[in-house]
């Protein structure tokens, strides 16, 4: 055991130093929702093919009081953003009344991924799963596809997301399945 901390430690020594200080710039609000409805489990992402587009997600309350995922964007590094909502998916029965746990991921071909859980309709799971992919930064997003549908009674929570780097379309997710 002893010998294991040592080497983490020798490890962690020759890390190599930073090659400059962060730089820290004014704050600048991403999302321009009137009122003080909150945004939560916000979670934002870089495109690795262009580190000025920028993509947030979060958990919005603003629109008639019900959770919705909201999604910002940035072509120009955060100076300016655009925004909008993911939209109530359905699962062919009914819509789903809420969505949260937003989770990004940009593909190394600029595609980026939006990942959330919605949840709350009448007639169906507890809460499913859903994908959304964008081709223009994250401006818009497609349908949407569902990643997981659970038996029923169950609950899908807190996922994950990552996009192979080999595999610019194949998306890892893992999840918690109550």
């Known amino acids: 055991m002893k010998r294991a901390v040592a080497v983490l430690c020798l490890s962690v020594l020759l890390l190599p130093a930073p090659a400059q200080e962060a730089v820290v710039g004014p704050n600048i609000r991403v999302n321009q929702a009137p009122g003080t409805s909150m945004q939560e489990e916000t979670f934002i992402v870089a495109d690795p093919t262009n580190p000025k587009r920028l993509c947030a997600g979060y958990k919005d309350y603003h629109l008639n009081n019900n ?35 937003p989770w990004l991921a940009w593909g190394s071909d600029g595609r980026a991924f939006y990942c959330s859980l919605q949840y709350g309709a009448p007639t169906a799971p507890t809460s499913e799963i ?4 964008s ?17 029923s009674g169950a609950s899908e929570d807190k996922q994950a997301m990552s996009v192979d780097p080999g595999a610019p379309n194949r998306l890892v997710i893992t999840w918690t399945r109550f």
């Not at 959770?67 to 998916?89: F, H, R, V």
């Open 67 to 101: 959770k919705q995922c909201g999604y910002a964007w940035s072509a120009d590094d955060g100076q300016t953003w655009g925004e909008g909502n993911i939209p109530l998916m359905s699962n062919g029965t009914s819509t789903f009344r809420n969505s949260s746990d």
């Open 135 to 151: 081709i223009d930064g994250g401006a818009t997003w497609d349908g949407g596809t569902a990643a997981t549908v659970p038996p």
């Open 130 to 133: 859903w994908v959304h992919r």
